[in-house]
Antibody
Framework: QVQLAESGGGLVAPGGSLRLSCAASGFAFNDYYMTWIRQSPGKGLEWISHISPSGSTLYSADFVKGRFTTSRDNAKNSLYLQMTSLRAEDTAVFYCGRGGRGFSYGQIDYWGQGVLVTVSS | EIVLTQSPGTLSLSPGERATLSCRAS???????LAWYQQKPGQAPRLLIH???SRATDIPDRFSGSGSGTDFTLTISRLEPEDFAVYYC?????????FGQGTKVEVK
């Protein structure tokens, strides 16, 4: 069965860095778009980025450009989110999700359980 | 960026009633690439509808999606106790995906 498991969250000081990982299993990882979504406490869902199956195409939300970098390693069936210059407002649960393949690839049909990132001194 | 506005913010209904949720886009959504998700407290979202009207795998047929262009609707024909949750729409017709702010369906 499809499984996505995020790791790497925790408490980090403002200005610090953190790298989240998402381990995928149960499907052909290198066939699917993957995405990062976050949810601040008590708030709605916020798209961060999505990356093509080969990793050659990446789109990111304006608010993270220059600070967050998304990548993938298809040999390791893993998705990553490198975050730098973290701010208090980045505190959130971060989810990785599986998109689709082909022309319609934006629906997120599987989600990880989420990992909490807290930015605080 | 396409902005999605969901209404109402909160919908207070009783089990067995019909729920109608709206999602309006600031610009037309290419190919009606709009999805709906359900989220319960402490859980990850679950995909309900994609392509505006196609039910995802194992989603009960009391959930239906409709609409095109800039106006989309999620309908729950008869609310079951497990349907009380927050619902989000998401567009993926542009390179920059966006979510609506959510509609909470609560027990009246």
């Amino acid at each position: 069965q499809v499984q996505l498991a995020e790791s790497g969250g925790g408490l980090v000081a403002p200005g610090g860095s953190l790298r989240l990982s998402c381990a995928a299993s149960g499907f052909a990882f290198n066939d699917y778009y993957m995405t990062w979504i976050r949810q601040s406490p008590g708030k709605g869902l916020e798209w961060i980025s999505h990356i093509s199956p080969s990793g050659s195409t990446l789109y990111s939300a304006d608010f993270v450009k220059g600070r967050f970098t998304t990548s993938r390693d298809n040999a390791k069936n893993s998705l990553y989110l490198q975050m730098t210059s973290l701010r208090a407002e980045d505190t959130a649960v971060f989810y990785c999700g599986r998109g689709g393949r082909g022309f319609s690839y934006g629906q997120i049909d599987y989600w990880g359980q989420g990992v909490l990132v807290t930015v605080s001194s | 960026e396409i902005v999605l506005t969901q209404s109402p913010g909160t919908l207070s209904l009783s089990p067995g009633e019909r729920a109608t949720l709206s999602c309006r886009a600031s610009h037309g959504i290419t190919s009606n690439y709009l999805a709906w998700y359900q989220q319960k407290p402490g859980q990850a979202p679950r995909l309900l509808i994609h392509g505006a009207s196609s039910r995802a795998t194992d989603i009960p047929d009391r959930f239906s999606g409709s609409g095109s262009g800039t106006d989309f609707t999620l309908t729950i024909s008869r609310l079951e106790p497990e349907d009380f949750a927050v619902y989000y729409c998401q567009q993926y017709g542009s390179s920059l995906w966006t979510f609506g702010q959510g509609t909470k369906v609560e027990v009246k």
